[in-house]
């Protein structure tokens, strides 16, 4: 997985001048197969998701989804999470990311409430390079997707990456 961050560039013209400030962030994180730093052994993903508004898709960490070749996946921890919400921009489909509110895994966001929101074309993305990345203790291993708009349908792809039990 090599990852391009973020790339900028903002042009200032005074008269017959031009200024320009570039800005270019780039972060690569290659894993290989294994549970020590920088590695993985699972990788999760779906596309083209679609959440009715006020709709949730949960996902369960420990032993209810399948690879992309269909194997049943337990994580005992997760070492990365993507969201690209695909909704059109002038949409009201905002996607907040968080625990259930059953069998809640709240170890990335620090307690069941929090959410991550996701606007229209926005993405989130979150990385834990280390053999340990964020544990998915059993009975707490449910992650929410919502659909927190009211009118419009969202859309949205989902990569998770972790270490199987």
């Known amino acids: 997985m090599n990852i391009r961050f973020l790339a900028v560039t903002d042009d200032l013209s005074l008269g017959l001048s031009q200024i320009q400030d570039l800005l270019n962030i780039t972060k ?11 590695q993985i052994d699972q990788m999760l993903h779906r596309t083209d998701q679609i959440l009715a508004p006020a709709g949730t898709q949960d996902f369960d960490l420990r032993g209810v989804l399948n690879d992309g070749l269909g194997q049943l996946v337990t994580l005992s921890s997760v070492k ?5 919400n695909k909704s ?3 949409t009201d489909a905002v996607l907040e990311i968080g625990a259930a509110s059953y069998n809640a895994w709240a170890e990335l966001f620090g307690d069941m409430l929090d959410t991550i929101k ?3 074309g926005g993405i989130f993305l979150w990385v834990d390079p280390t053999a340990a990345g964020v544990s998915v203790p059993a009975g707490e291993d449910i992650l929410q997707v ?4 009211s ?4 859309t949205f792809d989902i990569v998770i990456l ?3 039990s």
């Open 80 to 84: 990365g999470l993507f969201v690209n």
């Open 118 to 120: 996701v606007k229209p």
């Open 151 to 154: 009118a419009d349908n969202a």
């Open 88 to 90: 059109a921009l002038n």
């Open 28 to 38: 690569s994180y290659r894993f290989t197969d294994g549970s020590d730093d920088n």
């Open 162 to 164: 972790g270490v199987q």
């Open 146 to 149: 919502k659909n927190a708009g």
